[in-house]
């Protein structure tokens, strides 16, 4: 079992405060704005090759989502400057970006028996209300993630910050789903 990464969100900051109609109008062609979100506003910058999407707040803060590398989500920045460029748009990156989280995606071989498995894991670290959600929601320590487990063996890796964090998983499920 490998997980295959599927969302690389990240952050980094811009020169503030942001005129956010201003940003709009050079971006309108691939971007939304909502000035009811947050009662402050966001654009949403979408780009498609590599594919992601830029949230850029009034106060500077970014947050790239979407990016399907940890690369990517890392060069967002350099991505919206060289963006901002072509649409003579000035703007200061003060803060490189910083990896918040990466969601993984792997399937277990076969389908799984959540009851049988919450019993198996201890108390503190699992929760299951099949009422509520349809999986079953692990919390490993080390590395401090967040594991969603199906019945149809499909893994959903969430709160890693490295690469490492979603390879160290398997190894660690693979001891407990057996």
């Not at 956010?20 to 498609?48: A, C, M, P, W």
């Not at 594919?51 to 991505?79: F, H, P, W």
Request: a neutral charge; hydrophobic letters at 35%.
């Amino acid at each position: 079992m490998k997980f295959e990464i599927k969302n690389v969100i990240a952050t980094f900051e811009i020169e503030s405060p942001v005129n956010l109609k201003e940003v709009y109008s050079h971006f309108s062609e691939n971007s939304l704005y909502d000035d009811t979100i947050f009662n402050r506003g966001v654009v949403v910058l979408q780009n498609k090759n590599p594919k992601l999407s830029l949230l850029i707040y009034r106060t500077g803060k970014v947050i790239c989502t979407g990016a399907e590398s940890i690369q990517s989500a890392k060069n967002s920045d350099e991505l919206f400057e060289k963006l901002a460029k072509k649409k003579n748009f000035e703007l200061n990156i003060l803060k490189k970006p910083s990896v918040n989280n990466i969601v993984g995606v792997a399937e277990f071989e076969n389908n799984l028996d959540l009851e049988e498995l919450t019993n198996k894991l201890e108390p503190k670290r699992v929760l299951y209300e099949p009422e509520q959600f349809p999986g079953l929601i692990y919390h490993l320590n080390e590395p401090d993630v967040k594991v969603l487990i199906f019945k149809s063996g499909k893994i959903v890796c969430v709160g890693g910050k490295t690469k490492e964090d979603l390879d160290i998983v398997p190894e660690k499920l693979q001891k407990v789903l057996k």
